[in-house]
């Protein structure tokens, strides 16, 4: 069991309750990003709906491993945000490299394909989604994805190496419209009573598995709404909640769960994994940066240009926007906008020094927060949020005596 979660010991405490019938209805993840939740989530669910025993084998070739492994088991249900397209442009890369030189983990390298794709689609099951006025248009999305998936799923011989390559971008780029588009920052109070209703109908076999990912960023309705079926779940399913703040989760979800905790890996064991998952052996960084080398944009230019807009609000001068959204990539994707917005708020550390820097680093985190809202869920462009985040920084450092230049 837990046999490609790599440098965790939670898979062995995971294992020891499965064996032993110990494993309860309901269990949160918690650890740093990039430390194996979600695959340790979609093992689980692999594992407790495997046909075989000994029970749980990645190499066991019953139907139902053979669905979870490639991630179209209907028993699956995958919920909540993720930045996955910087891991699709990864593993298409991983699996375009090992095609065109024949490599003997081409397989492997497949399977990460398939399966960093579904990570995306999985959250656009249309049971989750019913009643959402982008349902049309979101299935327009997933039926050209499964297209051109299709010809580069198992057990289909591949084609040659330009159209593989090609299939490759053209999923990757239908991917990432997908995910910036319509992929909700945090979980709709809509999705989880659908959810709650697919869960009460009982599977004809298996057991059903419901993986919420970053569990922490639920609204408080959407919290509630959980928490009623955390309180009398189905007897047949399983419940995994994934978060990387802890502490965020509210206490009465807390104590309806058992917490299993993922320590963050060392560089050499993030390396270790890039090696193995990724086929790299030249990159020194960690996991997380690895995959930001797949970003349109560098991080280092965007925390230049988090530079220019910061420097402008501790000046009061005007920056121009328009060039630093471009110079941003107009933040598509949207993890570019994360990145520029966490730069900012990174540059105003030195301010907690004061109070009166404290009290103004909060309400200029509420600002931040205002202005991802305003570009994410509001779909204001983000050269006119950026004008009003500016605009509401220059009064708040007005007002605090331009405590902003403790900063610079």
Same mark, same amino acid.
């Given at each position: 069991?837990?046999?490609?979660?790599?440098? +965790?010991?939670?898979?062995?405490?995971?294992?020891?309750?499965?064996? /032993?019938?110990?494993?309860?209805?309901?269990?949160?993840?918690?650890?740093?990003?990039?430390?194996?939740?979600?695959?340790?989530? %979609?093992?689980?669910?692999?594992?407790? @709906?495997?046909?075989?025993?000994?029970?749980?084998?990645?190499?066991?070739?019953?139907? *139902?491993?053979?669905? /979870?492994?490639?991630?179209?088991?209907?028993?699956?249900?995958?919920?909540?945000?993720?930045?996955?397209?910087?891991?699709? $442009?990864?593993?298409?890369?991983?699996? =375009?490299?090992?095609?065109?030189?024949?490599?003997?983990? =081409?397989?492997?390298?497949?399977?990460?394909?398939?399966?960093?794709?579904r990570k995306l689609t999985l959250r656009f099951n249309g049971i989750l989604w019913e009643g959402d006025s982008n349902l049309n248009k979101i299935g327009s999305l997933i039926e050209e994805?499964?297209?051109?998936?299709? +010809?580069?799923?198992?057990?289909?011989?591949?084609?040659?190496?330009?159209?593989?390559?090609?299939?490759?971008?053209?999923?990757?780029?239908?991917? &990432?419209?997908?995910?910036?588009?319509?992929?909700?920052?945090?979980?709709?109070?809509?999705?989880?009573?659908?959810?709650?209703?697919?869960?009460?109908?009982?599977?004809?076999?298996?057991?059903?598995?419901?993986?919420?990912?970053?569990?922490?960023?639920?609204?408080?309705?959407?919290?509630?709404?959980?928490?009623?079926? %955390?309180?009398?779940?189905?007897?047949?399913?399983?419940?995994?909640?994934?978060?990387?703040?802890?502490?965020?989760? &509210?206490?009465?979800?807390? $104590?309806?769960?058992?917490?299993?905790?993922?320590?963050?890996?060392?560089?050499?064991?993030?390396?270790?994994?890039?090696?193995?998952?990724?086929?790299?052996?030249?990159?020194?960084?960690?996991?997380?940066?690895? %995959?930001?080398?797949?970003?349109?944009?560098?991080?280092?230019?965007?925390? *230049?240009?988090?530079?220019?807009?910061?420097?402008?609000?501790?000046?009061?001068?005007?920056?121009?926007?328009?060039?630093?959204?471009?110079?941003?990539?107009?933040?598509?994707?949207?993890?570019?906008?994360?990145?520029?917005? $966490?730069?900012?708020?990174?540059?105003?550390?030195? &301010?907690?020094?004061?109070?009166?820097?404290?009290?103004?680093?909060?309400?200029?985190?509420?600002? %931040?927060?205002?202005?991802?809202?305003?570009?994410?869920?509001?779909? +204001? $462009?983000?050269? @006119?949020?950026?004008? =009003?985040?500016?605009?509401?920084?220059?009064?708040?450092?007005?007002?605090?005596g331009g405590v902003f230049c403790e900063a610079m």
């Open positions: 069991m837990y046999e490609n979660l790599v440098n +965790q010991d939670a898979g062995k405490l995971l294992a020891a309750d499965i064996r /032993h019938n110990r494993l309860p209805g309901a269990i949160l993840f918690a650890g740093p990003e990039a430390s194996g939740k979600l695959t340790a989530a %979609l093992e689980t669910a692999r594992i407790l @709906s495997c046909h075989e025993n000994p029970q749980g084998k990645w190499i066991c070739e019953c139907p *139902s491993c053979l669905q /979870h492994k490639s991630l179209v088991c209907s028993n699956l249900m995958l919920m909540g945000p993720r930045d996955c397209s910087l891991e699709i $442009s990864a593993a298409a890369k991983t699996f =375009i490299q090992a095609h065109f030189i024949n490599a003997k983990f =081409i397989d492997a390298a497949r399977y990460l394909f398939l399966r960093s794709v994805i499964n297209e051109n998936l299709e +010809q580069l799923d198992f057990p289909r011989e591949l084609p040659d190496n330009s159209t593989v390559k090609k299939l490759c971008e053209d999923i990757a780029k239908s991917c &990432m419209k997908l995910e910036d588009d319509f992929l909700y920052d945090s979980l709709p109070i809509s999705q989880v009573r659908n959810m709650e209703s697919w869960a009460h109908i009982k599977s004809e076999e298996g057991r059903k598995t419901v993986i919420i990912e970053n569990a922490d960023r639920m609204q408080n309705s959407v919290r509630n709404a959980l928490l009623k079926i %955390l309180e009398e779940p189905p007897e047949d399913v399983v419940f995994i909640l994934l978060t990387s703040k802890r502490n965020a989760i &509210m206490q009465t979800i807390l $104590s309806r769960v058992r917490t299993y905790n993922f320590a963050e890996r060392t560089k050499e064991q993030q390396r270790d994994v890039i090696t193995r998952v990724f086929h790299n052996d030249d990159f020194a960084g960690s996991l997380n940066e690895y %995959l930001l080398t797949y970003l349109p944009v560098t991080p280092s230019e965007i925390k *230049s240009q988090a530079r220019i807009f910061y420097n402008s609000v501790a000046k009061h001068e005007i920056c121009n926007i328009d060039e630093i959204v471009k110079n941003c990539g107009k933040f598509y994707p949207r993890i570019e906008l994360r990145l520029f917005l $966490s730069d900012l708020a990174h540059f105003m550390r030195p &301010m907690l020094n004061s109070q009166a820097g404290s009290e103004a680093a909060a309400k200029a985190m509420g600002l %931040l927060r205002n202005c991802s809202d305003n570009i994410t869920l509001f779909n +204001q $462009s983000p050269v @006119s949020a950026l004008e =009003i985040l500016l605009r509401d920084l220059f009064a708040l450092n007005n007002s605090f």
